[in-house]
């Protein structure tokens, strides 16, 4: 595995983008965090539902989008200093997509804390 993130680290774009995409994702927690205590006991987490208790998750779950996220990346960090060698563009787009997501998930934090605070 040390080999496979020195790869990385030799390719300044790469390094950089998920660098960007950890400090993103370290925002979005502190942000839900910091506002954790001024949250209600239920937030409308998942919006895209119908109305009623299936749209509302436990104050907690402010934190799942910035799990799901940290997951992709780990998953396409993995992946792409696997890939690294034989496909480069790959790797490189995959660090861009895992960067944009981690953008959107501190979007999405900051928006339904607003929304409900």
């Known amino acids: 595995m040390k080999e496979l993130i020195n790869k990385l680290r030799l390719n300044r774009s790469l390094s950089r983008f ?8 370290i925002i979005a927690f502190l942000y839900g965090v910091l506002s954790f205590r001024s949250l209600p006991p239920i ?25 799901i996220a940290l997951g992709i990346t780990i998953f396409n960090f993995v992946f792409s200093s696997v890939i690294y060698k ?13 960067f944009l997501i981690s953008i959107l998930t501190l979007l ?3 928006r339904t804390i607003q929304l409900v605070i």
């Open 18 to 25: 998920y660098f960007g995409t950890i400090i993103v994702l």
């Open 86 to 98: 034989t496909i480069p563009l790959i790797s490189r787009m995959l660090a861009v997509t895992t």
């Open 108 to 110: 999405f934090t900051i």
């Open 43 to 67: 937030i409308p987490l998942f919006n895209q539902l119908p109305w009623g208790e299936q749209r509302f998750s436990p104050s907690i779950g402010i934190f799942l989008p910035v799990g």
